[in-house]
């Protein structure tokens, strides 16, 4: 496991080679105000690391769109349509997936569009975040066709094009132990999640994502995520971008 002297020499790595190291945060499941998203927006403000939302459309209410009207330094995301599980009983969670027909499915990720322009405008980004971090593969191609420009999940991509039109910028580091518990999964473990997403980013060039679920989380939880920002922005060579940043110059390194 990793402690944050491991991730200062691995961000020191990175200068050595001329580079900056990237980071990004994604938090998923948004869909109305609450004391949660409060403590989330209190940790934005106070350390002033840029916020990428993901909402999920068929539950995003208006209370929410005024709330972040506001709100600077927050992109918004759409996280697939109602968050649903689809699959079958005994299948891994997914909304995305082959179960039902695919335009069916394409259709409800236009409407969720359409849902998310009338409530918070163009302040959208053109980002789709799939639940449960899932996509049957045959319904990546037309993501750009129904107006998709970005495609967000878990974990090192394959490929910042998966298809052309479409970039792909990911997270790598959750804070949940979804199978232990659904607790904090401890600083150990979330550096060394950190750590090594960083070690492999300097191959790959791709940014790493810190994702979190601020209705899901505990204090622990809650806790790390605060102190991680506040330490991270003190070490030398490391930088914190925006998606909209990310998303719009193609999500490569650019040390």
Do not use: C
Not at 218 to 229: K, V
């Amino acid at each position: 496991m990793s402690t944050w002297a491991d991730l200062s020499g691995e961000v020191a790595r990175w200068s050595q080679a001329g580079r900056t190291a990237e980071l990004w945060w994604r938090d998923d499941d948004a869909a109305d105000v609450g004391p949660a998203l409060e403590r989330l927006l209190a940790i934005h403000r106070d350390t002033g690391v840029p916020l990428a939302l993901a909402v999920v459309p068929a539950e995003a209410t208006q209370a929410l769109a005024d709330r972040l009207a506001s709100e600077q330094g927050v992109d918004l995301l759409q996280h697939g349509y109602a968050h649903v599980n689809h699959a079958a009983p005994g299948d891994k969670k997914i909304e995305l997936g082959t179960e039902r027909p695919a335009m069916l499915v394409l259709g409800e990720l236009g409407t969720g569009r359409m849902t998310l322009e009338r409530l918070f405008g163009a302040r959208p980004l053109p980002v789709l975040v799939p639940p449960w971090n899932r996509i049957a593969p045959v319904l990546v191609p037309p993501l750009p066709e129904i107006g998709f420009a970005g495609l967000s999940t878990f974990s090192a991509r394959r490929r910042a094009h998966p298809v052309k039109g479409l970039l792909e910028v990911n997270t790598h580091v959750d804070l949940i132990d979804w199978k232990g518990g659904r607790g904090f999964i401890g600083e150990p473990a979330a550096l060394d999640a950190l750590v090594s997403a960083l070690a492999r980013a300097r191959t790959s060039g791709e940014p790493v994502g810190v994702l979190s679920h601020h209705l899901a989380m505990d204090g622990e939880a809650w806790d790390f995520l605060r102190s991680m920002w506040q330490k991270a922005l003190k070490i030398p060579g490391l930088r914190v971008r925006p998606a909209r940043e990310l998303f719009a110059t193609g999500g490569e390194d650019r040390g």
